[in-house]
């Protein structure tokens, strides 16, 4: 990723950037692409409700510029999934082992 990218990203100013890009004909073209690649089924599930079906980034470093590649279709309910995963690795480990309390 480059830096200046690296920086911005995460950044309130990115997530507005990137909620423009999604409305962005280019993008538009871009999921359209992703979508017929994978016949609009889910890559997870299987879903082939196009209602349903969403396109996911794999991988963010090549944003606003990113190769089919880095692009997967997901129903919704996976992709919501995908994120939640996502999310909970970045979780930090704070606690260690609290001693559990004999009893009770
Ligand atoms: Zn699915
Ligand atoms: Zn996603």
Redesign the pocket.
């Known amino acids: 990723m480059v830096g200046k990218l690296k920086r911005l990203f995460m950044s309130k100013k990115f997530w507005k950037m990137y909620r423009t890009y999604l409305k962005s004909e280019a993008w538009q073209r871009k999921r359209r692409k992703v979508l017929i690649r994978d016949r609009y089924t889910c890559q997870k599930c299987g879903e082939k409700d196009r209602k349903l079906l ?4 794999k991988t963010y470093d090549r944003v606003f510029k990113e190769s089919l590649s880095d692009l997967i279709t ?1 129903c919704k309910k996976c ?1 919501k999934l ?2 939640n995963k996502r999310r909970r690795r970045r979780k930090k480990r704070k606690k260690k082992t609290t001693a559990t309390s004999s009893g009770g």
């Open positions: 969403q396109v996911h980034h997901l992709h995908e994120h």
